[in-house]
Nanobody, 126 residues
Framework: QVLLMESGGGSVQAGGSLTLSCEVS????????MGWFRQTPGNEREGIATISSRSSEARYANSVKGRFTISQSQDNAKNTLYLQMDNLKAEDAATFYC?????????????????WGQGTQVAGSS
């Protein structure tokens, strides 16, 4: 079992930056890959970044490559997944989810992931 809790959402202006966090706990064998997804109303949940828990090798969707950075940290018993978002665009506004996948091959496919957080909202402001 893996528990995930996102935080850090808010309102941002175009060109701004925001960092999302996801507190991760539970069975380490169930979270070999970690990912960030986003979803807007009426659309499919889109995988935007993934990272290997072992190697920290990361992959990104083309829509965010060069602007978003996924990372992870472990401080004592606390594990945290981050998504640093820079040069935000209006189309980045969405509900963002972190997710964990027990497999060792990290993908951006929603169906690959086994555990999900509740989501945190990023809204654009004018």
């Amino acid at each position: 079992q893996v528990l995930l809790m996102e935080s850090g959402g808010g309102s941002v202006q175009a060109g701004g930056s925001l960092t999302l966090s996801c507190e991760v706990s539970g069975d380490t064998s169930e979270r070999n890959c970690m990912g960030w997804f986003r979803q807007t109303p009426g659309n499919e949940r889109e995988g935007i970044a993934t990272i290997s828990s072992r190697s920290s090798e990361a992959r990104y969707a083309n829509s965010v490559k060069g602007r978003f950075t996924i990372s992870q940290s472990q401080d004592n018993a606390k594990n945290t997944l981050y998504l640093q978002m820079d040069n935000l665009k209006a189309e980045d506004a969405a509900t963002f989810y972190c997710a964990a996948d027990r497999s060792y091959i990290c993908t951006l496919l929603r169906v690959s992931y086994d555990y999900w957080g509740q989501g945190t909202q990023v809204a654009g402001s004018s």
